[in-house]
């Protein structure tokens, strides 16, 4: 593990202009530079760099980041190994910090089974071109298929012999220990004897490489000879401490950077699928290799694009792989197109009977969203109304679990036309499926947390109380003599409850990312008498919204600002924008990163910092626009609530009572912001 000052040393070593000229092209633009970006087809220069602020960052795109964003983004590394890219390149000694005795064994344990699985792959290969029966077996069924010698070599495809010692053999005669072939599944023992026995005797192999290119597992296929009769053509090798097959995608190392520069990826079943797809020019395709899709290979896919089509053969088995990982995309956001090839043909066989141009146009006119084809599959001859009524709830329930309210509200709309359905009533039911998972994830929440309750029923959890600011500090001090309070007190009802403000909680969470560390009241004494010496804009932001109960909506928007916080109160010189451009968390360094890029650049000599005045008066309008919104959208609630309650004369007595306060909430803040006011 790189101890923590050797990622400082490299931090501050890498500079945005070095590492992304080894990419891009970039020219001089004022203060910073600009190039064409290499995330997507850029025809115009639309890639900027800021050395003054050590990012990059793409306006059209969006990507970019610091200087270990952008390696992890462009060379699809982790965050470790983008750090030791980066060391490298200046000649930085990484210092590891000190593992325990259990970690570095540990460790080694698994660097071993990544040794030997490496020497296998090289081993198989070796046998397929070089030994006798490798060309004469092996390489005759590569070849009867149709891969030629570069596809081979790319996927480093190999041949296990006959003989079922002839791996465990080499391997210790080579040195390797009987314990980490048999770890790694390439071997097995014998119940009788205790003796090792080759797991892919007689199969062509098909390695499994990480998104790093590490060898994690292979796979063994039957040649075609003799699988007649044969239920399992492949074996695969066993979960180990460096393979779990639902967290691995085959193809995925070959795919990865044409995925991202595609920003699609097709998924097929199979590793002859892949390869014949890549053979013939399309080469941004993974298998999942027969499973169900998990949630771990949907993230991982996640990294690179949004876009996935499922690729599948027409038969049965095709259509029910297609079917069963729907609703687990669409839940984890992604944007799924379905392709069931011709009866008869398989990705496979369509791709060498093809062109990548003929493939392509195939693709581009047949493949159909989701519910396009979920409708034609369970909807098909069925005239039952029970039935047919059974597939739409099917339907609606897949877009239920969209997460974009835009998509869902554009699917429901789209279900209504296609099948006639009235799109009340589609959304009503895709309510009723909203509430019951929002039901189950809540009832799964507290058994978890009793369970740790249970657990952990002697822990004390002593919190460092933050101190209680309202929105209405008094400010006691000559530099703030004249601050106008920020808001009136106005407690919203409902804490906890999620805002549906996202365009101000970016802006909030901009300003955080840009001022967060910089002091905007000095001596500020609380409702308890407290006096706090200096109050920073994530401070105010932070205390103010936790006043009310409530958060910016968006996980790592609340994340942002409570470590803002946090950090700014025990750090005097915090700086947002420096923590969060090296923060551990991808995903925020490419949020900070987008959100501190000036969207439009000024000459050096008339670029100006703001004054503490003007960020408290920005952050000030900020928080009362944001609970305008908000109060908004709660008097729109009740306005719902009291029509369903007419039945209940007590309870729409309470409701207008809540209805009222609010609204005079409400026109607090907008006479304060200056706007109208509505009865």
């Known amino acids: 593990m790189i101890d923590r000052a050797t990622?400082?040393?490299?931090?501050?070593?890498?500079?945005?202009?070095?590492?992304?000229?080894?990419?891009?092209?970039?020219?001089?633009?004022?203060?910073?530079?600009?190039?064409?970006?290499?995330?997507?087809?850029?025809?115009?220069?639309?890639?900027?760099?800021?050395?003054?602020?050590?990012?990059?960052?793409?306006?059209?795109?969006?990507?970019?980041?610091?200087?270990?964003?952008f390696i992890m983004e462009h060379e699809q590394m982790t965050y470790p190994e983008a750090l030791r890219w980066l060391a490298r390149k200046y000649n930085i000694e990484i210092k590891e910090r000190e593992l325990t005795s259990e970690e570095r064994q540990k460790e080694s344990d698994r660097e071993s089974m990544f040794i030997v699985n490496e020497w296998a792959a090289k081993y198989f290969q070796n046998i397929l071109k070089n030994d006798v029966d490798g060309r004469a077996i092996g390489m005759q069924y590569f070849r009867?298929?149709?891969?030629?010698?570069?596809?081979?070599?790319?996927?480093?495809?190999?041949?296990?012999?006959?003989?079922?010692?002839?791996?465990?053999?080499?391997?210790?005669?080579?040195?390797?220990?009987?314990?980490?072939?048999?770890?790694?599944?390439?071997?097995?023992?014998?119940e009788e004897s205790g003796g090792l026995v080759d797991r892919y005797a007689g199969r062509v192999i098909f390695p499994w490489l990480s998104t790093s290119g590490k060898v994690v597992a292979f796979g063994g296929r039957l040649l075609d000879s003799r699988t007649k009769g044969v239920q399992q053509k492949y074996v695969n090798s066993p979960d180990s401490e460096i393979y779990h097959k639902e967290q691995q995608l085959y193809g995925i190392f070959?795919?990865?950077?044409?995925?991202?520069?595609?920003?699609?990826?097709?998924?097929?079943?199979?590793?002859?699928?892949?390869?014949?797809?890549?053979?013939?020019?399309?080469?941004?395709?993974?298998?999942?290799?027969?499973?169900?899709?998990?949630?771990?290979?949907?993230?991982?896919?996640?990294?690179?694009?949004?876009?996935?089509?499922?690729?599948y053969d027409g038969d049965e088995?095709?259509?029910?792989?297609?079917?069963?990982?729907?609703?687990?995309?669409?839940?984890?956001?992604?944007?799924?197109?379905?392709?069931?090839?011709?009866?008869?043909?398989?990705?496979?066989?369509?791709?060498?009977?093809?062109t990548a141009a003929e493939f392509r146009k195939y693709i581009d006119e047949h493949q159909t969203d989701f519910i396009q084809f979920k409708s034609d599959v369970m909807l098909r001859g069925v005239s039952d109304p029970i039935k047919r009524s059974e597939a739409i709830n099917s339907i609606v329930r897949s877009i239920s679990v969209i997460t974009d309210p835009i998509v869902r509200d554009t699917y429901i709309t789209d279900c209504s036309h296609r099948l006639g359905i009235n799109e009340a009533t589609l959304i009503a039911q895709m309510n009723k499926f909203i509430r019951q998972d929002i039901e189950q994830r809540y009832k799964d929440a507290r058994r978890e947390e009793e369970r740790a309750a249970r657990l952990n029923n002697n822990a004390n959890v002593n919190e460092n109380a933050s101190p209680n600011v309202n929105d209405n500090p008094n400010v006691n001090t000559n530099d703030n003599a004249n601050a106008h309070p920020p808001t009136p007190n106005t407690k919203l009802l409902t804490p906890n409850s999620k805002p549906l403000t996202p365009n101000i909680s970016s802006m909030i969470v901009e300003l955080l990312v840009r001022h967060g560390g910089d002091v905007i009241f000095n001596n500020v004494e609380t409702d308890d008498g407290q006096t706090i010496e200096r109050?920073?804009?994530?401070?105010?932001?932070?205390?103010?919204?936790?006043?009310?109960?409530?958060?910016?909506?968006?996980a790592l928007y609340d994340q942002m600002l409570a470590e803002a916080a946090a950090q700014s109160e025990a750090d005097t010189s915090f700086n947002a924008e420096q923590y969060f451009a090296h923060h551990d968390n991808f995903e925020i360094v490419q949020m900070a990163a987008s959100m501190a890029f000036d969207h439009f650049q000024l000459r050096k000599s008339q670029q100006k910092d703001p004054t503490p005045e003007q960020i408290r008066e920005q952050a000030t309008r900020l928080l009362m626009d944001f609970r305008l919104d908000y109060a908004d959208a709660q008097l729109k609630q009740l306005k719902a609530q009291i029509s369903q309650a007419v039945s209940n004369p007590q309870l729409m007595m309470q409701l207008m009572e809540q209805y009222k306060d609010v609204q005079n909430i409400r026109n607090s803040l907008a006479r304060k912001l200056g706007t109208s006011i509505v009865v």
């Open 317 to 354: 088995a095709g259509i029910h792989a297609a079917l069963r990982g729907t609703d687990m995309l669409l839940a984890e956001g992604m944007n799924i197109k379905v392709l069931i090839l011709p009866d008869g043909d398989d990705p496979d066989s369509f791709a060498r009977k093809h």
């Open 7 to 69: 990622v400082d040393r490299i931090l501050d070593a890498a500079n945005i202009v070095d590492v992304v000229s080894e990419f891009v092209n970039l020219r001089k633009a004022g203060v910073n530079y600009k190039g064409l970006c290499p995330f997507h087809d850029d025809k115009t220069p639309s890639f900027m760099v800021s050395p003054s602020k050590n990012i990059c960052h793409c306006f059209a795109c969006g990507k970019g980041g610091t200087p270990v964003g």
């Open 254 to 311: 070959q795919a990865k950077r044409q995925i991202a520069k595609e920003d699609r990826v097709f998924m097929v079943e199979g590793y002859t699928d892949v390869i014949a797809m890549h053979q013939c020019g399309i080469e941004n395709v993974v298998a999942n290799s027969g499973t169900a899709l998990s949630v771990y290979q949907i993230k991982q896919l996640h990294r690179f694009t949004d876009n996935i089509t499922l690729l």
């Open 535 to 554: 109050l920073t804009v994530a401070q105010y932001i932070y205390y103010s919204l936790n006043a009310d109960g409530l958060s910016l909506g968006h």
């Open 144 to 190: 009867s298929r149709g891969i030629r010698d570069d596809i081979i070599e790319k996927f480093q495809l190999g041949y296990a012999l006959p003989s079922r010692t002839a791996l465990s053999t080499a391997a210790t005669k080579a040195g390797y220990k009987e314990e980490y072939l048999v770890r790694t599944g390439l071997c097995y023992k014998r």
